[in-house]
Nanobody
């Protein structure tokens, strides 16, 4: 099982970025998968996830209405579209997959929002 995150970068406040997480070794359609982030000096926090089967999306309150999570079944990939970015969104973003009994993590991609 491997998760490869990409798409981070530097953007000004109000800008957009699209993160991608390529999964291998398993079909992400069958498992809960999502995004976490860790800002400098802070603990890692959950951002968004999509459940199995119905594919229900969930978002942390501060990103609701700005971020959209989606699965690309054909490419076995997970995306996070981030709009209206704020400086407080600056963090390393990690994709996460829950394959019981353990979690798997990607290597992280850095998002910096600054003027």
């Amino acid at each position: 099982v491997q998760l490869q995150a990409s798409g981070g970068g530097f953007v000004q406040p109000g800008g957009s970025l699209r993160l991608a997480c390529a999964a291998s070794g398993f079909r992400l359609d069958y498992y809960a998968i999502g995004w976490f982030r860790q800002a400098p000096g802070k603990e890692r926090e959950w951002v968004s996830c999509v459940s199995t089967s119905a594919g229900t999306e969930h978002y942390e309150d501060s990103v609701k209405g700005r971020f959209t999570i989606s699965r690309d079944s054909a490419k076995n990939a997970l995306h996070l579209q981030m709009n209206s970015l704020k400086p407080e969104d600056t963090a390393v973003y990690y994709c996460n997959a829950k394959l019981p009994p353990r979690d798997y993590w990607g290597q992280g991609t850095l998002v910096t929002v600054s003027s």
